[in-house]
């Protein structure tokens, strides 16, 4: 059984949707790390640094931080979801560190900037939306010719599913790299991708785009 700190959020949708794959039993403790649920004295003895997704093992009490760290426990607890041979599993290895690197933070300051960011910070937004591009077409390249990024689907489609979804959700189409799209469209079709996403609930309601909205001149 698995206790599961979560919110509505790229990270968070990684690991329910994983424990919906696995079928493993968890109850969500739903923390609202966007209203400063994340900084109570209760939720930053649990993850010092006080962000969501944390998983507790509730069988051996292993508290768990960093949304791949966890996806690698929960495969690793199921003995599903991660290849065992060796070339295959290093390639896994590398593009989780990849996606939890690159792709996570990129997309985040490419939200942040665009969408959070208290000024409007021109040179960001470009920055970021630049580098959301060029990395789309990175992760169009490694697809070129596969249906997952390791030869079946596993937590590394997971990983990167989760800020797919949100990069859809912030209205930055992909449309345009086919294999990319195809494998969004094949992993979004998954019910246990579509049940994780809505749990403990959706992505908020955004308000409008900085890029698109008109600037003064
Ligand atoms: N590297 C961490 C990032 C976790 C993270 O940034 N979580 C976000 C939600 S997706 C959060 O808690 N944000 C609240 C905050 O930064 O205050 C992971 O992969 O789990």
């Known amino acids: 059984m698995f206790t599961l700190y979560s919110h509505g959020s790229p990270n968070g949708h990684k690991i329910t949707i994983a424990l919906e794959e696995l079928q493993l039993p968890y109850e969500v403790h ?11 004295s209760e939720f930053l003895s649990v ?10 093992d509730t069988e051996t009490g292993q508290i768990i931080t960093e949304s791949n760290a966890i996806l690698l426990y929960l495969a690793n607890k199921a003995g599903k979801l991660m290849p065992t041979e060796p070339t295959e599993y290093w390639r896994g290895i590398e593009l989780l560190f990849f996606q939890a690197s690159t792709i996570g933070p990129m997309f985040g300051q490419r939200a942040h900037f665009t969408i959070m960011a208290s000024e409007t910070v021109p040179y960001a937004m470009k920055r970021y939306v630049e580098e959301g591009e060029r990395l ?57 991708v579509q049940k994780g996403v809505t749990i403990p609930s959706g992505l908020p309601t955004l308000p409008p785009r900085k890029d698109l909205v008109a600037q003064p001149v």
Not at 47 to 56: A, C, D, L, R, T
Not at 146 to 160: C, M, P, T
Not at 176 to 189: I, M
């Open 30 to 40: 739903q923390t609202n790390v966007f209203a400063g649920e994340g900084q109570t």
């Open 136 to 192: 789309y077409k990175l992760l169009d390249e490694f697809l070129m010719g596969r249906e997952y990024f390791l030869n079946d689907y596993s937590i590394v489609d997971i990983a990167h599913f989760g800020w797919l979804f949100t990069a859809v959700h912030m209205g930055f189409s992909f449309d345009k790299y086919p294999n990319l799209k195809a494998w969004y469209d094949r992993v979004g079709a998954r019910p246990a």
């Open 47 to 56: 993850n010092p640094n006080g962000k969501i997704p944390v998983i507790k």
